[in-house]
């Protein structure tokens, strides 16, 4: 299978997996997949591919779909709960990175294996974690403003409006300031530069996507909801 065909359908289960696991767990769900993708994609973040004969790295889909569970939080919880989303992902992302250079301090045995591989991942994370830090306060912070900026000029309508004028303007910031925080020295700057690009025309591609997941998931609301209804 191609990259390109592994992709496109890669983007396509996650999406699918964040309006399942609102389905199944309501909030509760959407603050789970915003700490799983979170943790994932910065080391996703790690490899560089060719998609569509462009250099880019891998972490994209899972960071994009990101904005759609906070997006959710927003429009079906409100304000308050998107926050609460943004500021558990930081968290969870800081705590990971401090847990991971402790377990990397601890002596390994003779006959340990992990050690060089963990390092391998984890030893750059220090600087990967705190380019992602940056980068997801400022543009979640931003997507959850101007989110609600166009909600209260636009009420239940334009949907689409609202998710994609904050996902994309916030995907640009955060492609920005994580590529040059992250990369800036790693890559010459023409690669580095294309990282950019790349990163933020496939973010845009997912964060284009996936509005007809903000759609159904709206529509369908939670087994929890109904439920009580």
């Known amino acids: 299978m191609s990259n390109e065909m592994l992709w496109v359908g890669f983007a396509l289960f ?4 964040v309006v399942v696991l609102h389905r199944l767990f309501g909030k509760a769900g959407l603050y789970g997949l915003i700490v799983f993708n979170l ?18 790295t891998l972490g994209n889909v899972l960071y994009a779909s990101v904005f759609l569970a906070t997006d959710m939080l927003g429009e079906l919880y409100g304000k308050a709960e998107a926050k609460r989303g943004v500021m558990l992902g930081f968290t969870v992302l800081v705590l990971a ?3 991971m250079q402790i377990a990397l301090a601890f002596t390994p045995t ?4 992990a050690q060089p591989h963990l390092e391998a991942i984890f030893g750059v994370l220090p600087r ?3 380019a992602s830090m940056a980068a997801y306060l400022v543009s979640q912070l931003h997507d959850v403003w101007a989110f609600h900026f166009w909600k209260s000029r636009t009420g239940d ?7 994609n004028a904050s996902t994309l303007v916030s995907q640009l910031l955060d492609s920005s300031i994580f ?3 992250a990369f800036w020295g790693v890559f010459p700057g023409p690669v580095l530069l294309e990282i950019m690009f790349t990163t933020y025309a496939f973010k845009s591609f997912v964060a284009l996507l ?20």
């Open 14 to 17: 996650d999406l699918t997996m």
């Open 39 to 56: 943790i994932l994609c910065n080391v996703q973040v790690l490899k560089t591919v060719q998609l569509f004969g462009l250099t880019t």
């Open 97 to 99: 990175t401090v847990y």
């Open 110 to 113: 003779a006959d340990d294996f």
């Open 128 to 130: 990967i974690a705190l």
């Open 157 to 163: 309508s334009m949907l689409w409006l609202r998710n």
């Open 179 to 181: 590529c040059v925080v």
């Open 210 to 229: 996936d509005t007809p997941f903000l759609y159904l998931a709206r529509r369908v609301g939670t087994v929890a909801g109904r439920a009580g209804s």
